[in-house]
């Protein structure tokens, strides 16, 4: 019904910059909103940043200052912006978001496959 296809993660080293990509397509009325979370060796799933319909924003402690998330609506695509990256970013990273589709009309959560984000030190 809905797909999310992520981009830009990579090598970067301690100090670089990624910019990471979403883009949902399918079976959209609106998207409620969008997000990213990130998942560690060894950790739990973690909300990393995520931006509602009306662009009200939220992050993770660890990143406030570092990250930025936006949204181009009339592309139905997130980015995650993030700068002065750490060894501690690394993570395999996944887009989120909420969908209304139509016929029926019924909410959804999708999942991004996720982009391997590596920062060396």
């Known amino acids: 019904q809905v797909q999310l296809v992520e981009s830009g993660g990579g090598l970067v080293q301690a100090g670089g910059s990624l910019r990471l990509s979403c883009a949902a397509s399918?079976?959209?009325?609106?998207?409620?909103?969008m997000g990213w979370y990130r998942q560690a060796p060894g950790k739990q799933r973690e909300l990393v940043a995520d931006?509602?319909?009306?662009?009200?924003?939220n992050y993770v402690e660890s990143v406030k200052g570092r990250f930025t998330i936006s949204r181009d609506n009339a592309k139905n695509t997130v980015y995650l912006q993030m700068n002065s990256l750490k060894p501690e970013d690394t993570a395999d990273y996944y887009c989120?978001?909420?969908?209304?589709?139509?016929?029926?009309?019924?909410?959804?959560?999708?999942w991004g496959q996720g982009t391997p984000v590596t920062v060396s030190s």
């Open positions: 989120n978001a909420v969908v209304w589709s139509r016929s029926p009309y019924f909410r959804g959560t999708y």
């Open positions: 399918g079976n959209i009325v609106s998207i409620t909103s």
């Open positions: 931006i509602t319909n009306n662009n009200s924003t």
